[in-house]
């Protein structure tokens, strides 16, 4: 007899070479079980992704509104801003109106002053 140098020792080396090929080629069994079982997984996953869709939508839904609102409100606190500094037309035209007509008065007011002065300095003028 002799069992010398051949493979006698225990391990993954020492399984039957074709026993490693069948673990290596995937089995397409078509046990209705088999494919109940694949179909529930990929449903499973289906789920998971869907959820996974449906909570980004959602946090992206919660930070465009908020956005949004907060959009509205600079919106609305600019436009009450405006209306501070900036009366409604027709208030400021009749507001610079008034205030035209004021300064011409003041302007005849002026030119009588000015021409009575320029009269005075021509009478003492001639006098000396």
């Not at 997984?41 to 939508?57: D, H, I, M, R, V």
Request: charged residues 25%.
């Amino acid at each position: 007899g002799g069992g010398g140098a051949g493979g006698g020792g225990a391990g993954p080396s020492s399984l039957p070479l074709s026993a490693l090929e069948r673990s290596a080629i995937p089995t397409y069994s078509s046990s209705a079980q088999d494919d109940e079982a694949v179909h529930r997984k990929l449903e499973g996953f289906a789920g998971q992704y869907y959820t996974l869709l449906k909570s980004q939508l959602e946090q992206q839904r919660i930070f465009y509104e908020g956005r949004l609102e907060a959009m509205r409100r600079e919106h609305e606190i600019a436009m009450r801003q405006n209306e501070r500094r900036q009366p409604a037309t027709p208030h400021l035209i009749s507001a610079l109106k008034q205030e035209r007509n004021q300064l011409e008065q003041r302007t005849v007011t002026l030119r009588r002053k000015h021409k009575k002065v320029s009269n005075d300095a021509v009478f003492l003028e001639n006098m000396n």
